[in-house]
Structure formats: structure tokens, C-alpha cells
């Protein structure tokens, strides 16, 4: 199916240079002179790589179906994550480089959703929002919340983000996927 720029979405996978790629992220950008053109940041689905693209509007793509699928994170057997998906109970090794940075965002027993185009996985995302304990980080002091100030800590997963002084290790915390932010504490 042939879609143009005017159609794009983010998550949407088109085939540009022969090749499977993901819209990250995109912008219609009309100046006051010239053609309108779309900025766009692309995914290549078998490298990974995030590369920055810009297309005149209007120009037309082959649009590649992508299919979305629920699955449990288990657990990491050493060569790779093990998910099962939800419907069939079926197991399935995802190697490290699919997963990439989203393994810092997973525990065992938390849903994802794997991503297939053209019938290969291509990624697996975290839910948008998880709840994580702190399992290392400097204590916090009374009267540290006034400044608002951060400092990092790793999470039960490894992960290292930025915290409110005044979270303490063994804290519950509410993290965003996207971009690593601190949500709340719980």
C-alpha cells in the first residue's frame, strides 16, 4: 500500500532505500519561502540505527504492515530475554540488540508489546509507565525537597536515573519509559 508523507504517523513502518524503517518522530515544516518538507527521524528495522531524513511533501512510500503483540517478560537465560506471548502462552528468545535500551525497563512478569514487520520482530517496548524499586543511592536529607534538586540512582533493573533528593534506597518509584523522567514516588 502506497502512503505519502501527509499520512505519516509515528510507530508507522514505511520501506525507504529497500529497507524496513520505523517513523520515530516527524515534522511538517512549511517556510515562508519555498516547498513545504517533512523532517523525519528513522528507525532502520534490521540495524537499529536512528537516522535523520528530510522528504519533500507529498512524496509517496510503500507502507510495510506491522503487527502488535502482548507478551510477559520472564526472565534473561543469559543469551537473550525470554517473553511469552499472552494469547498462546507460546515462549520466545528476543536477542539483546532487539531489545536495546527497553531491557533497563523490564522485570520479570511485566507486559510488553513486541513489534513485528513483515512478519519479523523488530522490537520490543515496555509499558509507557513502570514501577521500580531504588536499590542504590545517596540518603536523602530533611529540608532537600525546598531546591528541587536530583541525584542519581539504579533502579532494581540497573537502570541509573535522575531522583528527588529525598528519595531514599529502598523506595518505590513510578518511572516514564520514554525518556527515563521520575514520575512519583508510591
Known amino acids: 500500500m502506497s502512503i505519502s508523507t501527509a499520512d505519516f ?4 513502518c514505511i520501506d525507504y532505500n529497500g529497507k524496513p524503517n520505523i517513523i520515530v518522530e516527524f515534522q511538517h515544516v512549511k517556510p515562508g519561502k519555498g516547498a513545504a518538507f517533512v523532517r523525519t527521524k528513522l528507525r532502520d528495522v ?10 519533500n511533501a507529498g512524496q509517496k512510500f510503500e507502507s510495510i504492515h506491522v503487527e502488535k503483540k502482548t ?3 520472564l526472565y534473561n537465560d543469559g ?9 498462546t502462552y507460546e515462549q520466545e528468545t528476543i536477542p539483546a540488540e532487539v531489545l536495546g ?8 512478569n511485566d507486559e510488553c508489546q513486541l513489534l513485528y514487520a ?3 520482530l523488530v522490537s520490543c517496548e515496555p509499558q509507557m509507565f513502570v514501577e521500580l524499586e531504588v536499590s542504590e543511592t545517596e540518603p536523602g536529607f530533611k529540608g532537600d ?9 539504579t533502579l532494581e533493573t540497573g537502570a541509573v536515573v ?3 533528593m529525598y528519595i531514599n534506597q529502598g523506595d518505590k518509584v513510578q518511572i516514564d519509559t520514554r525518556d527515563g523522567r521520575f514520575v512519583k514516588r508510591l
Open 101 to 108: 535500551d527497553a531491557a533497563k525497563w523490564l522485570k520479570e
Open 71 to 73: 507478551a510477559q517478560y
Open 145 to 153: 525537597t525546598v531546591q528541587g534538586g536530583t541525584k542519581p540512582a
Open 118 to 120: 513483515g512478519g519479523k
Open 162 to 164: 535522575q531522583l528527588p
Open 46 to 55: 534490521n540495524s537499529g540505527r536512528v537516522v535523520e531524513y528530510t522528504f
Open 9 to 12: 504517523k509515528n510507530g508507522m
Open 79 to 87: 543469551s537473550g530475554y525470554v517473553v511469552m506471548d499472552t494469547s
